[in-house]
Structures are given as C-alpha cells and as structure tokens.
C-alpha cells in the first residue's frame, strides 16, 4: 500500500502539472520550461490522476491528517476540473488563465543560465497555449459573462501597447532584462508571442464577446448544470457541508449583528449614530482617502513593520523572511483586487510579497488600509505562508496545500487578532476592521445570491453599497471578482467562524492552561488543513495539554 506522505508527494507532482508556473514562483524545480495545459484532453488525463489519488489517500489508516489533506486536495483537482471555469473565465485577476499568466510570468526570476533558457522555452509554448484555449472556447457551449470579456480584451490591449515602443517595455522581458538572453527574449516576443496575444484578443473580440451572457445572467445558475458545480465548488472552497442557502441566511444574520459593532464605535468616532450613517461618513467624507499612491504604499508598510515588532508576543515561531510591501504593476492595478500576497520562493530568490493596489489611489479609503495590511502580511497570509514552507518535516503538499477556508480564514481571523495586539492606530481604523467584516459576510450573501438564487450584477452591487464600505470602484470589481470565481469569497468568513470556535473551545477546555503563542503555533505548523482536520488537530493539543499538567 501507497504510504501517505507517498501519495502527498505523488499529488503535489499532479498538482504542479496542472500549475507549472506556481511550481516556478514556489522556487521549486522541474517546471521551470512548462505552461498549464487547458486542453480538453490534458484535463481528462489529469483528472483521472486525480480521482485515482484521492481514492487511495482514503483507503489507508497510517498519519491520518496527510491522507486528509491529500484527499480533499485531489476531490478539490476533480472538482475544480468538472467545473470547466476555464471556458468562460478571462477577466478576473487571479483565475482567468490568460490574465494570470500575463501577471505571474513577470513574476519569475531565473536564478541561472539553465532556469534563464528554461524560461525562454515556455516562452515558446505561450502561442500554443493560447491557441489551444481558444480553440476549447470556440468549442464550449458555456457562455462568458460579456462585460467581463470587453474587460479582459482591455487587458490585452495594455498589454501589447506596453511593448509599442521598445521591447523592453513588454513586462514579459523582465525576467531576462540585463541577462545575455534579453535580446534573444525580445525577438521572441516580437516574433511569436505578441502576434499570439493579439490574435487570441482577436478571437475575442470577433466570437465571444457577441455571445456572452449579460449583467442580468452572470451566475453559474444559468449555465448548464450550474447549480450542481456551484455546490461542488462551496465545498471545495468552504471545506465544510454548508448548502448555498445555509451560507446566505448566515450572512444576512452577520450582517444584521455587525451593525451594534458599528454603532459602538462608531459613537466614538462620530457621535451616537447608526450604522447606516457610520458607513455613510466613513464613504463620504473626502478627508479620509488616500492623497497619493505614494502615501497608501508609505502606510502599508508601516503597519507590517509594527505587526512584526510585537509578533513574537503572540507566537512562539515566527518567519524567517520579512515581508516585502510592494505595489501592484500598473498594467495589472485595473483587473487586479485592492491587495493580494504571493508565496515566498523556496530558493530564497524572491520574499513573500504584500501587494498594495495603488490604482486611482485619490479615490479608495484609507480607513480600512491597516486591516488590509494585517490579512494580507503580518500576522496574515505572510506569517501562515512563510511559516508552513519552514516546516521541513511535513511533506511539501501539506506546506502548499490550497485549502481557502484555511488560507482565508487565518487571514482574517488575523485582522481581528490584531486588535488584540494593539495594532490599531484609532477607533477610525477599527471602523475600517469592521468594514473588512461586513465585506466578507456580504460575500456570503452575494456569492451565492448571484450562483444559486440568480442575482443580477446590479442586485449584487446594490447590497454591497447599502452594507459595505467600499466605493463603486471597488464594488464593481469584488462583484466581478465573485462572478468569474465562484464560491472563493465564501472561504474567507466560514473559516474565521471555524478558527474562532476553535479558540474559544480550547480556552474553555484548557483555563488558565491555554497559551495563545502555543495556539497560534498549532495552528500555523501544520500546514493548511481542512476545517474538520483542523477541528480534530485542536481537540488532540487540549487533550495532550490536560494529560500532561495532571
């Protein structure tokens, strides 16, 4: 019988097939020459790789939480693949396959010649990939989302027009820029991949934007067999059995709860009001927005470095790298979320990186910047991350794995956490706390009210205007986000939920026996895990910490 750090090994290879360019941003060799393969038949292979694993990992009984891990990633590959989002997908920053790769090949930072050459061969392939999605979403009868397709042809358009004037310019050379190879880099972009951008931004324009569905249409509800992927995809994404209506009716309840939140602190910052009219201030009143980029990028950096001079207080491991604050690339700002964090390369070639969306910076908030800056770096995303890839006995999946709920859920118990650090400057910024709160329980309402019970774009947009704290420019890009990504937003709330209850379960087994440093490191040091597995690691801790103080 396959052991289980076997089948964790055997899955992280399927899954790096399917993902070679995060294999590259990972640091990890092997990939380095590859681009993912969205075929039709590609796909149907890995698959079966796949299910095979996953049936495996849950026939053993050795370690119990490798198998776990190893069978909710493989179900979550099966499960990802028979949704097909990749024949209807192009705009959305972190999921359309041919935006993800105009972001994350930039990204890339060949360590030597044979990385450098390996680079220019995948290069090569860009064309065939390209062509090969197009020919699938010729052939899919699953409608795109029309707005969503003028958005990425507009994607393009940035791109090909970034490189108008010196091949230097094209974000895709920079990865050999100042290499011997950077002008054999150059005229391959020039020769073959341009050409294959503007003809696939030809395709779109010329046979999918016509036959996309309109604003009144977005969800998985109205495409063939919708609703079943959309419940696959809440439990991928969730880890847990929670139906679409269960999440919605449990967003609307959080919702409602917050806004004794509000009007608490609220009353502290603008006198006895209600929450309606807290979050009407905090979007009207011009003085709270950022003046530059320059000062938005200047403040999220000084709240990582505060998180990190108070972290070791509050967790007895901390990372060996520091988090670098940088902003998004300006062809990406448009398409891309307010902030977002990539993995450290395990080679040490790049740190884990904090990205600060500094598009149209005059008109976003600063109020909720210091929250955004606890989830994304420290003691978020950054500690999770980089503290799972220095656990050198846990086999590589169980540090990579992509549980949301887990992912997610740290990162935003972190922005709660923080307050208990002292982090924040000021009610004001505890306001911009809540406001995080109110945007992931709204997730809940809006994601499933858009795939399971048919929402229009506008229906979206107006519940996040009346019950977040987000301007339209924010807005229209979370709704379209949720739209092209399905059920992803959902993981952020019902992991909180989930690492909450466990605290305060082992606070109430333990007493005065509980140590959070101690907790934290339980929960960090053993990788993602499923909510369930994660359920059952802290009820072991409680139950090791009692044997051994009786």
């Not at 776990?68 to 949704?83: C, G, K, M, Y």
């Not at 949720?482 to 082992?506: C, D, F, H, W």
């Not at 333990?510 to 907790?519: C, K, M, P, V």
Request: aromatic residues 6%.
């Amino acid at each position: 019988m396959t052991t289980a750090r076997e089948l964790a090994d055997e899955l992280l290879t399927l899954v790096l097939d399917a993902n070679p360019v995060m294999a590259t941003l990972l640091g990890l060799p092997g990939w380095d020459d590859r681009l993912p393969d969205h075929g039709a038949a590609g796909e149907r292979a890995l698959r079966a790789r796949a299910h095979d694993v996953a049936r495996r990992a849950e026939e053993g009984d050795d370690d119990p939480v490798t198998r776990a891990v190893v069978a909710q990633q493989a179900w979550s590959l099966v499960h990802r693949i028979d949704a097909n989002l990749v024949e209807h997908t192009h705009a959305e920053g972190l999921n359309a396959p041919v935006v993800l790769l105009l972001a994350a090949l930039p990204l890339i930072r060949p360590a030597d010649d044979g990385a450098r050459r390996a680079y220019l061969t995948r290069l090569a392939a860009l064309p065939g990939c390209l062509d090969a999605l197009a020919r699938r979403q010729r052939e899919s009868a699953r409608r795109p989302v029309r707005h969503l397709v003028a958005s990425a042809i507009a994607r393009l358009d940035r791109y090909l027009a970034q490189g108008n004037g010196a091949e230097d310019d094209d974000p895709l050379a920079a990865p050999l820029a100042g290499t011997p190879l950077a002008g054999e880099c150059a005229a391959l972009l020039r020769d073959a991949v341009r050409p294959a951008v503007a003809r696939y931004r030809d395709f779109l324009g010329a046979e999918v934007l016509d036959r996309g569905r309109g604003e009144e249409q977005p969800g998985l509800c109205w495409l063939p067999d919708g609703d079943r992927v959309y419940a696959a995809l809440v439990r991928v994404h969730t880890t847990t059995d929670h139906s679409p209506e269960e999440l919605h009716r449990t967003g609307l309840a959080l919702v409602e709860a917050l806004d004794r939140e509000y009007e608490e602190v609220g009353a502290r910052v603008f006198g006895p009001v209600g929450a309606a009219e807290v979050r009407a201030r905090l979007l009207a009143d011009p003085g709270l927005r950022w003046r530059s980029a320059a000062e938005m990028l200047r403040e999220a950096r000084r709240s990582v470095a505060r998180a990190e001079a108070v972290a070791a207080d509050w967790f007895g491991t901390l990372p060996r790298g520091r988090c670098a604050v940088v902003e998004v690339p300006a062809a990406e700002a448009p398409n891309a979320p307010l902030a977002y964090y990539v993995d450290p390369a395990m080679d040490g070639s790049r740190p884990g990186t904090y990205f600060v969306n500094t598009h149209l910076a005059e008109q976003r908030e600063r109020f909720s910047a210091e929250a955004t800056a606890f989830h994304e770096g420290v003691p978020g995303h950054h500690f999770q991350i980089a503290l799972a890839q220095q656990v050198e006995d846990l086999p590589l999946l169980r540090r990579f794995a992509s549980i949301e709920a887990y992912l997610e859920g740290w990162a935003l118990y972190s922005e709660r956490l923080a307050d208990e650090m002292g982090l924040y400057s000021d009610d004001l910024t505890r306001l911009g706390m809540l406001s995080g709160d109110s945007l992931r329980a709204a997730r809940l309402v809006v994601d499933t009210g858009l795939h399971a019970l048919g929402w229009t774009r506008q229906q979206a947009v107006d519940y996040l205007r009346a019950n977040a704290v987000m301007p339209d420019v924010d807005i229209f890009a979370e709704v379209d986000r949720y739209t092209e990504n399905p059920a992803q937003a959902l993981s952020y709330m019902v992991g909180r939920l989930e690492i909450q209850r466990l605290r305060g379960k082992a606070e109430r087994c333990l007493g005065d026996r509980f140590d959070i440093r101690a907790f934290h490191d339980l929960v960090l040091r053993g990788g993602p895990l499923p909510m369930a597995v994660l359920a059952d690691v802290v009820d072991g801790w409680c139950a090791s910490v009692l044997a051994v103080e009786d």
